[in-house]
T-cell receptor, first 116, second 114 residues
C-alpha cells in the first residue's frame, strides 16, 4: 500500500523559471494538502484540495502560486517566475476525506526546491 | 481562527529521562489533536493522536494528555532514547471545519543526549 508519493525529490530552478511539484495521495484518499517548510521552521499550510476543487487556499501567496487536483492524475503545485525566497521544502499530505471527520494526514517525503 | 502554541522550542534530556512538550490551542471547539515527529531531512510522521472525548492515550513510551477546560494538551515520552531526537509538532483541528485541515504548532526540537 504505497504512501503519499511526491516528485521530484529535489528540484533546481533559476530565477524566473517555473517549478511544478507533483503529489499522488495514498490509495483511497481524496483530500490533499500542501505545506511549505523553511529550514529549521514549522509547517506552513498553503492549500487544501479535493478532486477538481480548491477547498481552502488561505495560505497561498496571492501571486505566482497555484494548485490543482484534476480528476485524473496527481495534484500539482505550480510556482511561476520563481525567486530565491521560494527555496524551501514543499510537503504534500493526504487524508481519506470520507466517513468520520478529523482523520490524520499522512505526509510524503517532500520536494526540496532550490532557486539559483 | 485557530492558533496553536507550543513550548519549549528546544529541549535537551539525558537518555533514559522523560520529555514533556506542551501545546495550547485557542478554538474551544477543536476536537482532534495529532502529534507528528520529523527527523532531520525526513517527512513528518504521525506518532499519536487524541480526540476530545478522551483525556489520555498511551502507546508504549509515548502518551498524550488533553485538558479541554484549559485548552492544552501535552506529549510525554518516557525512557527517552537517542532515536527520539527529532522535531515534534502538535496540531489541532477546529471543529468548524468539515474536513481534516490541521493547524500546526511551531515545533519542539528534542535532543536526547546519550
Amino acid at each position: 500500500n504505497a504512501g503519499v508519493m511526491q516528485n521530484p525529490r529535489h528540484l533546481v530552478r533559476r530565477r524566473g523559471q517555473e517549478a511544478r511539484l507533483r503529489c499522488s495521495p495514498m490509495k483511497g484518499h481524496s483530500h490533499v494538502y500542501w505545506y511549505r517548510q523553511l529550514p529549521e521552521e514549522g509547517l506552513k499550510f498553503m492549500v487544501y484540495l479535493q478532486k477538481e476543487n480548491i477547498i481552502d487556499e488561505s495560505g497561498m501567496p496571492k501571486e505566482r502560486f497555484s494548485a490543482e487536483f484534476p480528476k485524473e492524475g496527481p495534484s500539482i503545485l505550480r510556482i511561476q517566475q520563481v525567486v530565491r525566497g521560494d527555496s524551501a521544502a514543499y510537503f504534500c499530505a493526504s487524508s481519506p476525506g470520507v466517513g468520520r471527520s478529523n482523520q490524520p494526514q499522512h505526509f510524503g517525503d517532500g520536494t526540496r526546491l532550490s532557486i539559483l | 481562527g485557530e492558533n496553536v502554541e507550543q513550548h519549549p522550542s528546544t529541549l535537551s534530556v539525558q537518555e533514559g529521562d522523560s520529555a514533556v512538550i506542551k501545546c495550547t490551542y485557542s478554538d474551544s471547539a477543536s476536537n482532534y489533536f495529532p502529534w507528528y515527529k520529523q527527523e532531520l531531512g525526513k517527512r513528518p510522521q504521525l506518532i499519536i493522536d487524541i480526540r476530545s472525548n478522551v483525556g489520555e492515550k498511551k502507546d508504549q513510551r509515548i502518551a498524550v494528555t488533553l485538558n479541554k477546560t484549559a485548552k492544552h494538551f501535552s506529549l510525554h515520552i518516557t525512557e527517552t532514547q537517542p532515536e527520539d531526537s527529532a522535531v515534534y509538532f502538535c496540531a489541532a483541528t477546529p471543529m468548524k471545519t468539515s474536513y481534516d485541515k490541521v493547524i500546526f504548532g511551531p515545533g519542539t526540537s528534542l535532543s536526547v543526549i546519550p
